[in-house]
């Protein structure tokens, strides 16, 4: 792992609130404050505090080394959110539940009432605010297919596909109407995947998969996209849009330039691990997803409502294997942000080897 660095002394330096700020994303975003100088408060579930997590993406270690303040907090309690800290410039709100399996009661009462705890928190002690930095979900617009779009922009309409999407639109909307009334200035940022280095649920899969398999294979008609965004470049974009007049009350989809099918992302990770890559015969596997959701959704719900145990799959993340997915990134080329991995092919021996020594269970 990386070596903290050392806290900032400046007296006037920006006060920078981040959430969620032990997990994967998180931690880069107080990694990159600390290199910008930010005097942190670094704000987390007291889960997140407890222990280094690889699998999880949690990070609490790294994260009290870059911080000023370390603090434990629960969203969904309102006296909880008033001990944190007031006077602040910038809140980074990361923390949410990020689960395709969680009941949408729990989704909502984490996300979006959580949502409104902090904000009317912030909105109280802290009347200077510059910028309130929301995370949103890169698959707020829906599944491509169904939207009969080619590429997703920011002007789409959100139709979102799943329980935890729609949580994660809800919270969007809500902070909106808090900029609507004038009481923040906000600036709200869909990320599509993300990856990199501590990477916990979701990418992980991706990168781990291969680094398992004697031969890496897969069919050759999955030719459907990949977006991916770095998680450095997730970081770096939000912390630069935060002073941006032009990001005021916008949205901003998190994609970088790589234009990557399944099938040359798995060729790209066998090339690099060193493996045999084969291309199997087609196989019908979005008619196949589609005849299998139903029956997957069933056991899914059979399992979590009824049975009240960790479903063995998650139909709404099998979904996506089914769609070709791209993303526009025009608005924030314009707004002047430039990445540092525009194309995701610089990065994947990073991550992989990554996942190799430090990322292992």
Known sequence: MATPRKKSTKQAAPRSLVTGACGFIG?????????????????????????????????????????????EFDLTDPRSVDTLPGNLDYVFHLAAIFSYSAPLEALRKVNVEGTRNLAEHAIKTSPNLKRWMQWGAGGVYGAPSERKVETFDEELAPQPGNDYIRS?????FLIMEYGKQGLLEFTILRPTTVYGPRGG????????????MP???????????IPFIHVEDVAGAAIYLAGQKCAVNEVFNLNDDTIMTNVEFMQALARILGKPFFKLPP??????????????????????????????????????LKEDWSYANEKLHKAGYRFKYPDARLAFESTLRWYQTEGRV
């Open 283 to 320: 196989v019908p596997y979005k008619q196949l997803i589609s005849g299998l959701l139903p029956v997957l959704w069933g056991v899914f719900h059979l399992t979590r409502d009824v049975l009240h145990v960790k479903p063995p799959v998650e139909p709404a993340m099998i979904a996506y």
């Open 201 to 212: 649920y979701g990418a992980r899969q991706m990168f781990t998969a291969p680094i398992d």
């Open 27 to 71: 931690s880069h975003v107080v990694e990159q404050l600390r290199a910008a100088g930010h005097y942190i408060i670094a704000a987390d579930h007291p889960s997140g505090w407890e222990k280094d997590d690889v699998v999880a993406g949690r990070y609490p270690t790294l994260v009290r080394g870059w911080a000023d303040e370390a603090l």
């Open 215 to 225: 031969v890496v294979v897969i069919p050759s008609n999955f030719t459907g996209r």
């Open 168 to 172: 994660k639109w809800e919270q969007e």
